[in-house]
């Protein structure tokens, strides 16, 4: 699904920000991907939806060669990956349920086809009495949980998470993950970053760890 | 998915009714006002060029009508020779002529009249040389070419002016309006082009984190491109709408005006020069196409322009 071959990236002249890296992420897999602030872990999510390519080394995503993948591959490709990121990027200007079926609405799926799938969703997320506000007037768990319902909406084959239990208190944040992991055993391969080490050693599953730009793998 | 719930559902009632969807692009971001003004400022100059151009057309073809039915035969006196004659000759040839419908002789106290505007009426031109004019109401475009040479032959003092010169340099003039008015029309429409341009660059600028987001969802640059079109093309519409029937309105009015203000001395000399002042239907067409050409120059130049700008942003 994922495989990175001596993978490095640097931007414009400065310093390599991620060096060497080599692994891969199988379909249906679950590993947390961690490191200090600042150790690239974004950036490296970010690359797992060609949305920053290698300076040196080899990125597949889905059997497909990032370097070499135009605009019309990249788009289907975010087709199939749901990100959940850190600052959530929901828009302001439309309602929370309006932002869950942006992926839909975006490949053109008409509104009285996904509205029974959207708002399903968003009870399910615990926001059904919050489809018609803007983002701006949810809480820091309720916008999280709303870029959760935006990214699983296409049933993704792969989610990537940026921090999702960083905005959350520890009851909600165990929550999330036993979402995640429950997603994960429907076949969805799962991405999470976090530097929460204890909720990390409540899971045992893999784990990436990215240290000054290289990366060790355990588990 | 939803079917494996294990999040808690802390709602009480969902709406499941139809939602409406809101535009993708916050329509705070962008300057819509302003750019509907310059659309219909834009449309409102290409479309009073356009009329001005059919008023003039128009005008012109009647001219050139008027003066294409009418022939005059100059008859200059020459010594020895009997001037009573060569107007009768000259009239009973022109007469035989295929295509002559009338002819009106000018007597001589009717030519010196002619006179009078120039040398005034204290003067006692009597003496003086005065050429006898014939006046020939014509039907279509006759052939004098044997007019032409009898008169040669019969009346050697004889011109006939068949007024081809002017009708030429009236059409010369007619199409010089008519090229010049298409090309203050281009020059408006690229400034038009230009304008949407720059508005739609800022209007990405405006909408960045959206574009973002879209495109992290999955978004492809033709639905982004589609987004800002549908969004451009609401502003050139009503800016069209705007301008175009401000158009409409100010001819209406020119022409209103013009009817009452119609033999008064300023009255004529705008009738002389644009007939009756009326657009007419051809001209009212003009503007409402040009109104619409506006309107898809605008919804066409924000969408190239976006995809350039998202090939660039790639």
Redesign the interface.
Known sequence: MVRFENVSLRYGLGAEILRDLSFEIKPSSFQFLSGPSGSGKTTLLKMMLATLKPTRGLVHLFGQDVGRMDKDSVTLLRRKVGIVLQDFRLLDHLTTYENVALPLRVQGQSEDRYRPEVIELLRWVGLGDRLHVPPSILSGGEKQRAAIARALIVRPELLLADEPTGNVDPVLAKRLVRLFMELNKLGTAIVMATHDWALMDQIPERRLILTEGRMRIEG | ??A?????????????E??R??P?L???SIAGRALVIVVAIMTFLASMTAGTVELVASASSSWRSDIARESTIQIRPRPGRDMERDVARAAELARATAGVQTLKIYTRSESERLLEPWLGTGLDIGELPVPRLIELRVAGTPDFTILRRQLAADVPSATLDDHRQWIQRLGAMAGAMVIAGLIIMMLVLIATALAIAFATRGAMAGNR??I??????????G?IAREFQRHFLRLGLKGGALGGGGAMLAFWMAGFFASRWNATPGGDQLEALFGTFALGFRGYLAVIVIAIIVAITTAVVSRVTVYRNL?GL?
């Open positions: 998915m939803p494996q719930a294990s999040m808690p559902d802390d709602s009480t009632q969902a709406r499941p139809k939602l969807e809101t993708l916050a329509a705070g984190d959206i973002e987001v879209l495109n992290l969802v999955g978004a492809s640059d639905f090939r790639d």
